[in-house]
């Protein structure tokens, strides 16, 4: 089984950065890509950010520029480092991972989310 724990979040002011971080543990033979979601009441969830584990990223338009995310392979964590905030970024942000297990099972796990609030 596979776990993925976010943690970082909180209440930021507009112009203000944050790092969020995740971890991905258990049974674990690769991890594919790691991506970063966020969904704001009433919305639907979306993709912010996705690293593959050649580290090539991509971002959604509305936070290129601002943020960036980041992998440590060895350590089975990802990070996404949010800068110039605007209010439209408050949401909950939850890291994706997606891999195989040591029965070469894939999986597509996701964390409990990590509020992030901006606002003066």
């Known amino acids: 089984q596979v776990q993925v724990v976010e943690s970082g979040g909180g209440l930021v002011q507009p112009g203000g950065s944050l790092r969020l971080s995740c971890v991905v543990s258990?049974?674990?033979?690769?991890?594919?890509?790691m991506g970063w979601y966020r969904q704001a009441p009433g919305e639907q969830r979306e993709l912010v950010a996705v690293?593959?584990?050649?580290?090539?990223?991509n971002y959604a338009d509305s936070v290129k520029g601002r943020f960036t995310i980041v992998r440590d392979n060895a350590k089975n964590m990802a990070f996404l480092l949010m800068g110039r905030l605007k209010p439209e970024d408050t949401a909950v942000y939850y890291c994706?991972?997606?891999?195989?297990?040591?029965?070469?099972?894939?999986?597509?796990?996701w964390g409990q989310g990590t509020q992030v609030t901006v606002s003066s």
């Open positions: 994706n991972a997606q891999g195989a297990d040591y029965g070469l099972a894939r999986f597509n796990s």
């Open positions: 258990g049974s674990i033979f690769s991890i594919n890509a």
């Open positions: 690293i593959s584990s050649g580290n090539n990223p």
